[in-house]
């Protein structure tokens, strides 16, 4: 298993940038391939972004693809999420989860066994 704290939300214009972090403790990181989600008040959990445990394949959603940029460095036991060109759609909670490496990259929340706090992410227009 593997605790996850994500950190680095916060308020900023449309247009604007914000990188996020989330920092894994336990066991060995590198076993998992991580990915980012984000849930609006009112609306379901929905995939962002994810990466395998090599780092060496990403995945996107449509609506942040350009946009956003995923990344991971095993020796920090840490993955990050670059947002660039913030929209107000982009406001949300967003959380940071981990699965044991599979065949293949997931966007179902339903394939991700291990989850952080969530960080809270403003985009004012």
């Known amino acids: 298993q593997v605790q996850l704290v994500e950190s680095g939300g916060g308020l900023v214009q449309a247009g604007g940038s914000l990188r996020l972090s989330c920092v894994a403790s336990?066991?060995?990181?590198?076993?998992?391939?991580m990915g980012w989600f984000r849930q609006a008040p009112g609306k379901e959990r929905e995939f962002v972004a994810a990466?395998?445990?090599?780092?060496?394949?990403?995945y996107y959603a449509d609506s942040v693809k350009g946009r956003f940029t995923i990344s991971r460095d095993n020796a920090k036991n840490t993955v990050n999420l670059q947002m660039n060109s913030l929209k107000p759609e982009d406001t949300a909670v967003y959380y940071c989860?981990?699965?044991?490496?599979?065949?293949?990259?997931?966007?179902?929340?339903?394939?991700?066994?291990?989850w952080g706090q969530g960080t809270q992410v403003t985009v004012s227009s």
């Open positions: 990466i395998r445990w090599t780092g060496g394949s990403t």
């Open positions: 989860a981990a699965r044991l490496r599979g065949n293949g990259i997931r966007s179902s929340p339903d394939d991700y066994s291990n």
């Open positions: 336990g066991r060995t990181f590198s076993s998992y391939d």
